[in-house]
């Protein structure tokens, strides 16, 4: 797409390669123009900022970490588009995801939430031609019409070369029963054979006469009977041996137990951040404006298409005050801490604190956390589906904001929580609130 006057000018950072070339693309199809394009491990921090540029797109991967660290003064300009993407990711993104992908970019940098495929504006609106009462039988929705009209008056020319009508089909004849052999003279018995009625049946042999039952013998006559004291008697099963008594437990009472103290600060609450796309230049600057030392612990949920996590972690570590670690199941939620929430790691309450744990897809944080002691902030491509959970733990006592429109690139989210009467505000100053609330 050629430069026009409204695109906005791109500086694509990214090693050379199959992803700075893709992402070249993606600008140009956006709708934007690459006025600068050079590897960030080479770059300068005064031909950064003399560029002049409105935006800069940054291809993520190790190796050029460092090099963001010192241009860093550059990309936290306020008045600075920084867009972040995966350089592995951009390397092998094609086909639909691509246009996808770019759909995105271009809303991103031309500041509007239209991200459908072309066509899709301009969809019916099927609810607005419901008619009440039962649809029209097929006789009714074609009456009046001239069949040979509709037709093009085809149906006359073309009578002749149907097939003729064939005649009805003749009703099944069902055929008589077949006459017993000795009712058809064809089919006589020889006089030499007997008929089938006068066959003898085979022998059987004889049954052996039952067997009469067993008669128990006379009892003998009372006057016979006799006690046989000194009769040996015939030993039979031993008694079962009496169970022991039940200890007496009603002078037992309940001792109450202390609390095991294991010398380790407790999280009695935590921070939630909730984002998506475009929420990792958001997630940057809302750790990079927490102050060290900030006491309740930070967990970014924030989803990756290529699950690199742990470049996530690292890539937070460098501009966060408080330490960033990868949460894992089991582990305690400890305080004063920032944690990058995997797939399939939520949190639980656990003892007066939290911990990690391993979580299927229905799991949902927001309801494990304690209102009064936590927050929930919600930054560009959040869930939308979570917010009734978040507005209802806000309900509730919790902190809960989001990441104001200007500068949001998915604000769906955030607008779902300006409409439930929660505040908006870009993400330093969103720190700089929790500071206040919570620190």
């Known amino acids: 797409m050629p430069a026009t006057d409204s695109s906005k000018t791109v500086a694509l950072l990214a090693r050379q390669g199959a992803a700075r070339e893709r992402l070249r693309q993606a600008v140009d199809a956006a709708g934007g123009n690459v006025v600068l394009e050079a590897d960030p491990?080479?770059?300068?921090?005064?031909?950064?900022?003399?560029i002049g540029a409105q935006a800069v797109l940054v291809a993520l991967e190790p190796a050029v970490e460092d090099a963001l660290v010192a241009l860093e003064p550059v990309l936290e300009s306020p008045d600075?588009?920084?867009?972040?993407?995966?350089?592995?990711?951009?390397?092998?993104?094609?086909?639909w995801e691509a246009q996808r992908w770019i759909r995105h970019l271009a809303a991103k940098l031309h500041g509007h939430d239209?991200?459908?495929?072309?066509?899709?504006?301009?969809d019916i609106d099927f609810s607005a031609q419901l008619q009440p009462g039962r649809p029209a039988a097929l006789q009714q929705a074609h009456a009046g019409i001239d069949a040979d009209l509709a037709l093009g008056g085809e149906t006359?020319?073309?009578?002749?070369?149907?097939?003729?009508?064939?005649?009805?089909?003749?009703p099944a004849v069902e055929a008589p029963p077949a006459p017993a052999p000795?009712?058809?003279?064809?089919?006589a018995l020889a006089w030499d054979e007997p008929a089938p009625w006068e066959r003898a049946a085979p022998a059987l042999e004889p049954e052996a006469p039952a067997a009469a039952p067993a008669v128990p013998p006379p009892l003998p006559e009372p006057s016979a009977w006799t006690l046989a004291d000194d009769a040996p008697a015939t030993p039979g099963p031993a008694p079962a041996a009496a169970p022991p008594p039940l200890p007496d437990f009603s002078n037992l009472s309940l001792v109450e137990l202390e609390p095991v103290d294991t010398g380790a600060p407790v999280a009695k609450g935590a921070?939630?951040?909730?984002?998506?796309?475009?929420?990792?230049?958001?997630?940057?600057?809302?750790?990079?404006?927490?102050?060290?030392?900030?006491?309740?612990?930070?967990?970014?949920?924030?989803?990756?298409?290529?699950?690199?996590?742990?470049?996530?972690?690292?890539?937070?570590?460098?501009?966060?005050?408080?330490?960033?670690?990868?949460a894992m199941p089991?582990?305690?939620?400890?305080?004063?801490?920032?944690?990058?929430?995997?797939?399939?790691?939520?949190?639980?309450?656990?003892?007066?604190?939290?911990?990690?744990?391993?979580?299927?897809?229905?799991?949902?944080?927001?309801?494990?956390?304690?209102?009064?002691?936590?927050?929930?902030?919600?930054?560009?491509?959040?869930?939308?589906?979570?917010m009734d959970a978040v507005l209802a733990l806000a309900a509730r006592g919790a902190y809960v904001a989001g990441q104001a429109l200007d500068g949001c690139y998915d604000p769906t989210a955030a607008r779902m929580l300006e409409a439930g009467g929660a505040p908006l505000a870009a993400p330093a100053m969103l720190a700089n609130q929790l500071v206040a609330r919570l620190g």
């Open 182 to 187: 000795w009712e058809d003279g064809s089919a």
């Open 114 to 122: 239209d991200v459908l495929p072309p066509g899709r504006e301009h």
């Open 271 to 326: 921070v939630l951040v909730l984002a998506g796309i475009g929420g990792p230049d958001a997630v940057r600057k809302l750790l990079g404006a927490l102050p060290a030392g900030f006491p309740q612990p930070v967990l970014v949920q924030l989803r990756l298409d290529g699950g690199r996590y742990d470049n996530l972690v690292k890539q937070m570590a460098r501009v966060s005050p408080v330490p960033v670690a990868l």
């Open 41 to 50: 491990v080479e770059l300068d921090l005064a031909t950064l900022a003399g």
């Open 80 to 95: 600075l588009l920084v867009i972040f993407d995966e350089a592995d990711l951009a390397a092998r993104r094609d086909g």
């Open 330 to 386: 089991g582990d305690a939620v400890a305080p004063g801490s920032a944690y990058v929430l995997p797939d399939g790691v939520g949190v639980e309450p656990a003892g007066n604190g939290l911990r990690f744990i391993d979580a299927g897809p229905g799991h949902e944080p927001v309801e494990a956390l304690p209102p009064t002691e936590s927050a929930v902030l919600v930054l560009s491509g959040a869930e939308p589906a979570r």
């Open 156 to 170: 006359v020319d073309l009578a002749p070369q149907l097939p003729p009508d064939l005649p009805p089909p003749l």
